[in-house]
């Protein structure tokens, strides 16, 4: 499984930004997809996830402003980021992994390469 992100940019406070992730290769009829972040000087957190179902769960800190979505069609996953913060600046990656029931603790095995956000104040 290859995943590939894209989206990020540099914003204002307050900005929106979609961020995409395309799966290709071998797929899975039941997973886990995740988005993390992981900013200069700290450890990486998970932000969003999404399972076959449609699930999600959402960090404490985005919850309210960030929507996590796919279309299976595509085999790609969004990250709607709204009302963004210069807390919100990290490097935000995507990964994929097989289903388990909480995808917040699932185990995360394919990795993109990320794509920076920044915002500024």
């Known amino acids: 499984v290859q995943v590939v992100e894209s989206g990020g940019g540099s914003v204002q406070a307050g900005g929106s930004l979609r961020l995409s992730c395309k799966a290709s290769?071998?797929?899975?009829?039941?997973?886990?997809m995740g988005w993390f972040r992981q900013a200069p000087g700290k450890e990486r957190e998970r932000v969003a996830t999404?399972?076959?179902?449609?699930?999600?769960t959402y960090a404490d800190s985005v919850k309210g402003r960030f929507t996590v979505s796919q279309d299976s069609a595509k085999n790609t996953l969004y990250l709607q980021m709204n009302s963004l913060k210069p807390e919100d600046t990290a490097m935000y990656y995507c990964?994929?992994?097989?289903?388990?029931?909480?995808?917040?603790?699932?185990?995360?095995?394919?990795w993109g390469q990320g794509t920076q956000v920044t915002v500024s104040s």
């Open positions: 990964a994929a992994g097989l289903y388990y029931y909480d995808c917040s603790k699932a185990e995360y095995d394919y």
């Open positions: 290769g071998r797929t899975y009829s039941s997973y886990c």
């Open positions: 999404i399972d076959m179902d449609n699930d999600t």
